[in-house]
C-alpha cells in the first residue's frame, strides 16, 4: 500500500541549528501534513500543504510541497529546547484515509 | 481554537475488565473523529472513523466486537476497551475534523495499561 518514508529517522542538533527533515513516497499525494508530536502527547498539526510548489511558514517552520507531489520538506530555524519531538508528515491515501509516517525524531544536544 | 480533550489520560485496569475513553471537540463541531493506537516509538495506526449519528468504520484487522465506539453527539466519541487483555495496553489518541478535511486536530492521548 501507499507508505510515507521520512528521513532521517532522528536528528541529534546543537541549539541555534537550522533542522531539514523530508516525507517522500513512490506515489502522489494531493495534501501534505505536519504534525509534532510530544512524549505523552497527541499529534499538533503544525502545517498544511494544498497545492504543489506551495511553501507555507508559520513562525520558525517551513513546509514545501514538492512539485512532483511525491515529497515535502519541513525546515525548522534557529532551533530551541522546545522544538524536541517527533516531527511526523501525514496525507490522505488513495482511500482518503490519512496515514502518517515514521517520524523524525529530533534532539537538541545540551 | 480546535480543542479536543480525552479523558481518562490514564488508566489501570485488571485482565478481562472494560474500560471507556472519552473524547470531545471542545470549541467546535465534529461530525467525524477518529480512533488511533499508538505504540512505544512507533507511528499512529487509525483502528476506525467514528460518524455522528451512524455506526463506526473500522480499520482491517480491528475487531468491532471489542473496541465499542459511539458517536452519540457533534462533540462526544467514545472508545470501549471490552474485555481488556494485557495486550490491548497503549496509548490510544482520538482526532476531529474540522472545517479543512484532512486537518486533524489530536486529543493528548490515553495511556491504558491492563495487568
Known amino acids: 500500500g501507499q507508505q510515507l518514508n521520512q528521513s532521517p529517522q532522528s536528528m541529534f542538533i546543537q541549539e541555534g541549528e537550522d533542522v531539514s527533515m523530508n516525507c517522500t513516497s513512490s506515489s502522489i499525494f494531493n495534501t501534505w501534513l505536519w504534525y509534532k508530536q510530544d512524549p505523552g502527547e497527541g499529534p499538533v498539526l503544525l502545517i498544511a500543504l494544498y497545492k504543489a510548489g506551495e511553501l507555507t511558514s508559520n513562525g520558525r517552520l517551513t513546509a514545501q510541497f514538492g512539485i512532483t507531489r511525491k515529497d515535502s520538506f519541513l525546515n525548522i530555524s534557529a532551533s530551541i529546547p522546545s522544538d524536541v519531538g517527533i516531527y511526523f508528515c501525514a496525507g490522505p491515501n488513495r482511500d482518503d484515509k490519512i496515514i502518517f509516517g515514521k517520524g523524525t525524531r529530533l534532539h537538541i544536544l545540551p | 481554537g480546535a480543542v479536543v480533550s480525552q479523558h481518562p489520560s490514564r488508566v489501570i485496569c485488571k485482565s478481562g475488565t472494560s474500560v471507556k475513553i472519552e473524547c470531545r471537540s471542545l470549541d467546535f463541531q465534529a461530525t467525524t473523529m477518529f480512533w488511533y493506537r499508538q505504540f512505544p516509538k512507533q507511528s499512529l495506526m487509525l483502528m476506525a472513523t467514528s460518524n455522528e449519528g451512524s455506526k463506526a468504520t473500522y480499520e482491517q484487522g480491528v475487531e468491532k466486537d471489542k473496541f465499542l465506539i459511539n458517536h452519540a453527539s457533534l462533540t462526544l466519541s467514545t472508545l470501549t476497551v471490552t474485555s481488556a487483555h494485557p495486550e490491548d495496553s497503549s496509548f490510544y489518541i482520538c482526532?476531529?475534523?474540522?472545517?479543512?478535511?484532512?486537518?486533524?486536530?489530536f486529543g493528548p492521548g490515553t495511556r491504558l495499561t491492563v495487568t
Open positions: 482526532s476531529a475534523e474540522r472545517e479543512n478535511r484532512y486537518e486533524q486536530y
